[in-house]
Each structure stands twice: as C-alpha cells, then as structure tokens.
C-alpha cells in the first residue's frame, strides 16, 4: 500500500524560512519522480517543483530561486526547502508520487501540510 506522510510546515513571516518533508511507503521509492504541489484558498492546485529519478528538478516560476527540492533515497524522503517566503506563499502543500514531466500529478497524494506566511 504506497503512502506519503508529511511533515514541517507552519506559520512563518515574510522572508523565512520553513522544510516539508514527505516521507514515501510502499513504492521502490528511488525509481520514482516525486513533486510538490500547493493549493491556495480559491485557487488550483499548482505544480511548485517535481524531482526525477535522477535528481533533476523543474520549478514555478514563481518559487524559482527561493524553493529547493531534493530527495534522499536512503531515507526515502523528499523535501522542499523553502526561503524568503511571500505571503503569496501561503497555501497548503502537498506531496505527490510520480507526477508527470508536463506536470499532471500522479495517482498518490500526501496528507497535506499548511503553509502559513504572514506580512
């Protein structure tokens, strides 16, 4: 049974800084593209980043040099570093497992993890 458990996240102001985590059950985790997704209140949910196999890694223009995604095989964890947050930030995260290279996300979500990002 393939499960993602998150965990970090929280409330934050302007400029700081916070890491999710999302650790990955049931899968041959190192064979498996892993992204972040967010949705905002009103909002689709979006693409934030996503990580090959290999260890490549697209990004939203929008989070582009401020959010990093990495993984640990070993671990079996994903993270998304997360630094000089907006208030535009603000949303809740999620993990999802094997998301496309054009985006669509997979089959598998995370729980979700509030981002809070106050002015």
């Known amino acids: 049974q393939v499960q993602l458990v998150q965990s970090g996240g929280g409330l934050v102001q302007a400029g700081g800084s916070l890491r999710l985590a999302c650790a990955a059950s049931?899968?041959?985790?190192?064979?498996?593209?892993m992204g972040w997704y967010r949705q905002a209140p009103g909002k689709q949910r979006e693409l934030v980043a996503s990580?090959?196999?290999?260890?490549?890694?697209t990004y939203a223009d929008s989070v582009k040099g401020r959010f990093t995604i990495s993984r640990d095989n070993a671990k079996i964890l994903v993270y998304l570093q997360m630094n000089s947050l907006k208030p535009e930030d603000t949303a809740v995260y999620y993990c999802?497992?094997?998301?496309?290279?054009?985006?669509?996300?997979?089959?598998?979500w995370g729980q979700g993890t509030q981002v809070t990002v106050s002015q």
């Open positions: 999802n497992l094997c998301p496309s290279s054009s985006g669509t996300p997979g089959p598998y």
């Open positions: 049931g899968v041959i985790f190192s064979i498996i593209p």
């Open positions: 990580i090959t196999r290999g260890g490549s890694t």
